[in-house]
């Protein structure tokens, strides 16, 4: 298979290399050159298809020549080893939990899977990538864990001091061998200015390949498809009308969710919740994008006033905004309305989502679903996560998870850093 830069169609690569460059020398994210359909036969049987069997067929096109199909399944096999439970909350509506992986968020999956590809692409080289990434605290434990241990394979991540819960801090700081966390006295904008400032500083890409690890990288940004097709196997019995609302930030895992639906996955329509960071809601209604600067809120991991997906969510839809209002809905919500979300979810229906979740709830209820519909909202994160904003809303203390409680008690290890020059000793040694 090949991708295209956004920014210039003319613009060409392979599999391997838009996985190992992450962005194109042009700046422009990667796009597939081509999308078929998978055949109807799959989709009307697809509850025969173990989930491995499910994301190997649905990512087979995208891979092309990259990788054998023995690899790739291989590949697929060990990111996927855990559960994606869709649990019923009322009549019409449903959770699809992706947090049931190592470090309880959705970004286990395509993390996962990104350095497992980086893996085999390094595997018989002694080509040396070093993972630069900047966190507002979920990226950076999921994309440790996922590449703890990768042979050729140094992970750095920048995190803000003190602006990532606990149980985030220390998923990215535990880990050790191949895993660094430089803990960066400023706020996530600052760490990811570093981040970028780095990818463009020639000193430093003589000396090191640097690559990205956020859903711009298409190895992070396709697997995300699987978990629609899991919902969609798991409440096909069910089957009306599927709406599903995803909580965005920047906007990779809605946009796997449409991908998801050009391969034949018949989805009814998405729901796009955000926080206050309402860009992409404000284009759907304005038809005029226009980033701003983020706002802080305790959905952290939406909190993006430029959302880098939203490329690829035009290229989709060809830039046609009617045809995009069409099959998206955006609303956005406050603070207050997603801690109250979480309290109704909590007190009425016994369940303790996450404000991500919360917000995906709420993008339901605002949309009104119809007799002939069922909602699914992605839970993409575990309670346990933000535990600061959920336990005072629901009254109520949370026992941490397995995954959890065995990190809690490490002992945190990182490098303190101020500015960009200390960033750049360090990526030099
Ligand atoms: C990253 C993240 C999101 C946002 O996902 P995007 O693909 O960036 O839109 C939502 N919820 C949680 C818990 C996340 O970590």
């Not at 630069?132 to 001091?161: C, E, H, M, Q, R």
């Not at 940004?221 to 019995?237: D, E, G, S, T, V």
């Not at 006033?305 to 609303?331: A, C, H, T």
């Not at 709420?362 to 575990?382: C, D, M, R």
Request: with cysteine; proline share 4%; charged share 20%.
């Amino acid at each position: 298979m090949q991708y295209y830069s956004l920014e210039n169609k003319k613009n060409i690569t392979g599999f391997k290399q838009a996985v190992l460059k992450g962005l194109a020398d042009d700046r422009g994210l990667y796009f597939p050159k081509a999308i078929t359909p998978l055949p109807k036969n799959f989709i009307k049987n697809i509850a025969d298809y173990s989930n491995q069997e499910i994301a190997f067929l649905a990512i087979r096109q995208f891979i092309g020549d990259g990788f054998t199909d023995d690899i790739l399944q291989e590949i697929i096999n060990e990111t996927l080893c855990f559960d994606f439970p869709t649990v019923k909350i009322s009549k019409n509506i449903y959770a699809l939990e992706l947090f049931h992986g190592p470090t309880m968020a959705f970004k286990d999956v395509g993390a996962r899977f990104m350095a497992r590809c980086l893996g085999q692409i390094n595997k018989n080289s002694d080509h040396k990538t070093t993972v630069l990434v900047a966190t507002s605290g979920d990226t950076g434990g999921a994309v440790a864990s996922g590449f703890l241990g990768v042979k050729n394979v140094d992970v750095v991540i920048l995190y803000p001091s003190k602006k990532v819960s606990e149980v985030q801090e220390k998923q990215l700081t535990t880990l050790g061998e191949n895993i660094t966390a430089l803990e960066v006295n400023g706020t996530f904008d600052d760490c990811q200015a570093m981040v970028k400032k780095a990818f463009l500083d020639k000193e430093i890409i003589e000396k090191r390949n640097l690559t990205s690890a956020n859903s711009i990288n298409i190895a992070r940004w396709l697997p995300q498809m699987f978990y629609y097709f899991f919902a969609f196997k798991q409440l096909i019995n069910h089957y009306k009308e599927m709406i599903f609302s995803v909580p965005s930030g920047n906007f990779g895992n809605i946009c796997a969710g449409i991908l998801a639906k050009k391969l034949g996955l018949p989805i009814k329509h998405f729901i796009a919740a955000t926080n206050v960071n309402d860009v992409v809601p404000e284009y759907l209604l304005s038809q005029i994008y226009k980033p701003k600067p983020s706002i802080q809120t305790i959905s952290n991991a939406m909190d993006v006033g430029n959302p880098s997906n939203f490329v690829r969510i035009q290229e989709l839809y060809n830039g046609d905004w009617e045809m995009l209002k069409k099959e998206l809905s955006g609303f956005a919500f406050t603070d207050d309305e997603t801690k109250n979300s979480m309290k109704k979810l909590y007190t009425a229906y016994k369940y303790i989502a996450d404000p991500h979740g919360a917000v995906g709830y709420l993008g339901l209820q605002q949309y009104g679903l119809k007799e002939n519909e069922i909602g699914v909202f992605l839970e993409t994160a575990h309670p346990v996560k933000f535990l600061d904003v959920v336990t005072p809303v629901i009254g109520k203390e949370i026992d941490f998870p397995p995954q959890i409680a065995k990190i809690i008690d490490k002992e945190k290890k990182a490098i303190t850093i101020k500015n960009y020059e200390a960033l750049k000793s360090f990526l030099f040694n």
